[in-house]
T-cell receptor, first 111, second 114 residues
Framework: GEDVEQSLFLSVREGDSSVINCTYT??????LYWYKQEPGAGLQLLTYIFSNMDMKQDQRLTVLLNKKDKHLSLRIADTQTGDSAIYFC???????????FGTGTQLKVEL | DAGVIQSPRHEVTEMGQEVTLRCKPI?????LFWYRQTMMRGLELLIY????????DSGMPEDRFSAKMPNASFSTLKIQPSEPRDSAVYFC????????????FGPGTRLLVL
């Protein structure tokens, strides 16, 4: 079955690194995504990783994938107040276009 | 590109009224998705279309909900009659449609049913 879980809240200080975690259950996941949602806005694609990769880096963002444990993480280096938002992980399974989203993690960046 | 366009951005209506939400996908995209977001249930996929054809509507809550895609550049999600529990943010997203393509979201329609 498809089930994607995330912790609900994360609070960090400005300048520190943030690590947002996600676990999924479907071993046939092909692509895994991180989306960011700012208040009152839609979801914005941040980055994605193909299931045969274990790491992807994009500027301040680092995605780590542990396929054995079905664990995905998003690390944000030098976290800024503008990074405060809800972060969703999502998995694409099989050959279809359907995504299953996690519950979202609300990141709060404190000064 | 203007991105995915949704209208209206906000809708307040009374219970029992018909509500129509509209979406214009990104030009050239041939998959379109309707999602609902609530505090209690998070982000739920309601239905998605590929080349204007509904592929999976298993997420549509009940017969009061219907969605159409008469052409590649327009889709509607209709609720008739609306109920207070339908209050949510409804997002439309589109993608190129091939299996590795990502989905791009519109700004959402915030619906409040009184």
């Amino acid at each position: 079955g498809e089930d994607v879980e995330q912790s609900l809240f994360l609070s960090v200080r400005e300048g520190d690194s943030s690590v947002i975690n996600c676990t999924y259950t479907d071993s046939s996941s092909t692509y895994l995504y991180w989306y960011k949602q700012e208040p009152g806005a839609g979801l914005q694609l941040l980055t994605y990783i193909f299931s045969n990769m274990d790491m992807k880096q994009d500027q301040r963002l680092t995605v780590l994938l542990n396929k054995k444990d079905k664990h995905l993480s998003l690390r944000i280096a030098d976290t800024q107040t503008g990074d405060s938002a809800i972060y969703f992980c999502a998995e694409r399974t099989g050959g279809g276009n359907k995504l299953t989203f996690g519950t979202g993690t609300q990141l709060k960046v404190e000064l | 590109d203007a991105g995915v366009i949704q209208s209206p951005r906000h809708e307040v209506t009374e219970m029992g009224q018909e509500v129509t939400l509209r979406c214009k996908p990104i030009s050239g995209h041939n998959s379109l998705f309707w999602y609902r977001q609530t505090m209690m249930r998070g982000l739920e996929l309601l239905i998605y279309f590929n080349n204007n054809v509904p592929i999976d509507d298993s997420g549509m809550p009940e017969d009061r909900f219907s969605a159409k895609m008469p052409n590649a550049s327009f889709s509607t999600l209709k609720i008739q009659p609306s109920e207070p529990r339908d209050s949510a943010v409804y997002f439309c997203a589109s993608s190129l449609g091939s299996w590795q393509e990502t989905q791009y979201f519109g700004p959402g329609t915030r619906l409040l049913v009184l």
